[in-house]
């Protein structure tokens, strides 16, 4: 890197994070990325198209999605108990969680109880 990059750096790090977000979009943004919207759209279709194949031929495993939501509440509450959370803590991560996942249709205390239990 060149003394001038790094002058740049120093100066932008003092900066207050709205600041230097806007600087480090404006970066990002000058850089060719190569996935302009219309290959990003073309690699979803060719995505789509073979997972939909895949399920055809019956080589997909099909998971229902609340099975999905419960196992991923699971895998948060076990993290955070792993790394030392306070319970208290965690019961307000993971009703955050739970509304995230089930918005207003999920029973009060879905994911919270089921976490806390296991």
Avoid: T
């Amino acid at each position: 890197m060149s003394a001038a990059a790094k002058e740049i750096i120093e100066a932008a790090l003092k900066l207050d994070p709205e600041e230097r977000e806007q600087i480090a979009d404006a970066l990002w943004d000058s850089l060719d990325h190569g996935d302009d919207e219309a290959s990003v759209e073309k690699a979803w279709d060719e995505e789509i198209a073979r997972r939909n194949k895949q399920i055809d031929e019956g080589g997909a495993e099909l998971v229902e999605w609340d099975d999905v939501k419960a196992a991923i509440a699971r895998r948060l509450g076990e993290r955070s108990a792993d790394r030392g959370v306070p319970e208290k803590l965690r019961v307000r991560f993971l009703k955050a969680a739970e509304r995230e996942l089930y918005g207003s249709a999920a029973p009060p205390g879905l994911l919270v109880s089921s976490s806390i239990a296991s």
